[in-house]
Each structure stands twice: as structure tokens, then as C-alpha cells.
């Protein structure tokens, strides 16, 4: 493996915000939808799925009314980014002209070209420098590095980065029953936004050091959307083989950096899964009450799943406190992370 990028800068964390989409349905009620509107087969093994997963509940931006539908009116990606930048901001009690930097990742954009973070600077009426990242669950570590490096140019600069999927879009439910695969999507999968807002380091929150780094080079992808493909796909064996080596990487990182999962008050691991908080815990020989997880109620949300995560845990936490961050992505195996202390 190669040396991973790494940062012990502070950034302040000014706000952070989510948005998600509709009410809650749970896989229950979602596996009946599937099995009464496009035939699915066998409702129980999909049922099994979701309990093996943990996810009881997900939000999503279609109502799966037909095999092939676009987002309900406002809740495209751009429109769920927008909401949650906003959020941020609220938080933050600042305008959007405050921005200097807006740096979006998805994996499920609206459209191609423009770019949907485009789409989301005319929601929010910014008319500043925006970029881009097709990134999946690590998304969010790249987007820091690069407002690190705009931050450090100017100091006076205030990033907003939002990740956001809808990844809900980009499954056919007429597929459930021929494509394995496609039923562990469609019961995993969460659709969502979350943002936070970064600038030099203050009187409050703060990220203490970033890493990110990848251990894929010559592996077939994990995870895939084919150039003309409409469905992601999943090499479920390699995502089992392969998981423990990142959350070891991230770990290992954040120790080289001077912080150790022993410390840390709450532990955010990557969201693939209700599940993955347990298990990370007893890979790792910690407490099972140390990870933050939400996946079990708003599932497997992608790009968006960390500030998602980071920013339900900032309604519980202490001044002081302090987590760290395992995120990885299957799609060529990549993991990233940071620490962050609660003000």
C-alpha cells in the first residue's frame, strides 16, 4: 500500500446539516410495495436481507410507483444538496454569500453536464467557484483535502462541501428477482444530503487531522456503474474480503497522526450498514456503545452517509468530545477518515 494523504491542519466546523427525503418507509413496507407492484417473488428473502443488515427504515426520493422513475419534484439530488447546505448554513448563521468555495460528491447525479453541483449553486443562489467529485463513501475525506488546500491559500475562506445520493433512481425493481444483487440495493440503500461548512480554526468545532488513501490498484471494483449501465453493481466476495483492510488502514492512519480509536469518545465507521458498528467493534476489540451509527434508519446513504452521520452525532455530543471517522469505499478500495472534536 501506498503512504496515504494525510493532514494534522484544523479546520473549524462552522455548521453541518442533512436533508432526506419524505418520510420514513420501512423494509416492510417497502418489500411489500415491491412484491405487490412488480411481482417480487420471494418477499421473506428479502425481509432476511434487511434483518441481516440492520436497516429497519430508509428515506427515498421515489415512491417506486413504476419499474422506471425519476426523483418527485423536489427532491432531485441538486434540490436534497441545496436544503442541506442550507441547513449548514442555518446552523452556522451565515448567508450563502459568505461562501468563497461550494464542492459537491454524489455517485447518483441528476444529470451529467452541467454538473449537478452546478444545479445545487442555482438552488442556493451562490454565484461563487464550484467543483465536483464523482466519489462514492469517501467522497467526503477528498473534499476536505481540497478545502484544506483552499483554506490554507486563503485563510479567510469559508468552504461549503455536501455529499448526496439518490441512488434510488438508479435501480429497475423489475430486476429483483433475476438479479441477486439488485435486491440488496434496493433494501439497502438510503437516499439523502448532508453538508457541513469549513473555514480556519476558531473558538468551536474543529477537525483535527484528515487522511485519505487506497489500496485498489489492479483490483476489479467492488462496486460499479458501467459506462450505458442503469443499475449499480456489486462484487459482494471482494467487499467481504477486502473490508477489514480498510477500516486496519484508516486505524492505523489516524494512530500514525496521533489518534487512537482507544480515545476517542464516539467511533463514526464507514455507513454500509445498521450492523457495521458491532462489527467494527469486535474487530477492533472495543465497546459496541463507542460507534456512531444511524444506517438503521436512514440506510446506506453513500456519499452523503458521514456528514449525515457527523451531523446527527453533533445533537448528542459534549464539549470536548471527540470521534474519529473510518470511512471506505468499495469501488476501488479506498478509505479515509478525520478527527474531530466537538466546541
Known amino acids: 500500500m501506498s503512504k496515504p494523504w494525510t493532514t494534522p491542519r484544523k479546520l ?56 422506471r ?14 436544503r442541506a447546505v442550507q441547513s449548514a448554513l442555518d446552523q452556522a448563521g451565515l448567508p450563502i454569500e459568505s461562501i468563497d468555495y461550494l464542492i459537491g460528491h454524489t455517485t447518483s447525479p441528476a444529470q451529467h453536464l452541467p454538473a449537478n453541483v452546478a444545479l445545487v449553486a442555482d ?31 486563503n485563510p479567510g475562506a469559508r468552504v461549503a ?12 425493481p423489475a ?30 468545532a474543529t477537525i483535527d487531522a484528515t487522511w485519505y488513501g487506497a489500496v485498489g490498484m489492479g483490483r476489479a471494483p467492488g462496486i460499479s456503474l458501467a459506462v450505458g449501465a442503469d443499475q449499480f453493481e456489486h462484487d459482494f466476495e471482494a467487499i467481504r474480503a477486502e473490508g477489514h483492510v480498510l477500516f486496519d488502514a484508516g486505524r492505523a492512519t489516524a494512530a500514525d497522526l496521533g489518534y487512537d480509536l482507544a ?5 463514526i ?25 444511524n444506517a438503521d434508519r436512514v440506510g446506506n446513504t453513500g456519499s452523503a452517509a458521514i456528514w449525515i452521520a457527523l451531523d446527527a452525532l453533533r445533537g448528542e455530543a459534549r464539549t470536548g468530545d471527540m470521534a474519529i471517522v473510518l470511512g471506505a469505499e468499495a469501488s476501488k478500495f479506498m478509505f479515509g477518515g478525520f478527527a474531530y472534536t466537538h466546541g
Do not use: K, W
Request: proline share 6%; hydrophobic share 45%.
Open 12 to 67: 473549524g466546523v462552522l455548521g453541518t446539516g442533512s436533508a432526506l427525503p419524505g418520510p420514513a418507509i420501512s423494509s416492510a413496507a417497502l418489500v411489500a410495495r415491491a412484491a405487490e407492484r412488480f411481482g417480487l417473488a420471494n418477499p421473506r428473502r428479502a425481509l432476511a436481507i434487511t434483518e441481516r443488515m440492520g436497516i429497519a427504515t430508509r428515506h427515498l426520493v421515489r415512491d417506486f410507483a413504476d419499474a
Open 123 to 153: 438552488h442556493l443562489g451562490y454565484a461563487g467557484p464550484h467543483l465536483e467529485l464523482r466519489q462514492a463513501c469517501t467522497g467526503f475525506a477528498n473534499a476536505l483535502m481540497i478545502a484544506h488546500g483552499l483554506i490554507t491559500i
Open 69 to 82: 422513475e425519476v426523483a418527485r419534484p423536489g427532491d432531485s439530488n441538486p434540490e436534497l444538496s441545496a
Open 269 to 293: 465507521p464507514h455507513q454500509v450498514s445498521g450492523r457495521i458498528g458491532a462489527q467494527m467493534a469486535r474487530h477492533f476489540g472495543l465497546c459496541p456503545t463507542r460507534a456512531f451509527v
Open 263 to 267: 480515545d476517542a469518545h464516539r467511533i
Open 161 to 172: 462541501i455536501v455529499g448526496s445520493e439518490t441512488a434510488s433512481t438508479y435501480l429497475d
Open 175 to 204: 430486476t429483483l428477482d433475476s438479479q441477486p444483487g439488485q435486491l440488496v440495493n434496493f433494501v439497502q440503500m438510503g437516499d439523502g444530503a448532508g453538508a457541513v461548512v469549513v473555514s480556519a480554526p476558531g473558538c468551536g
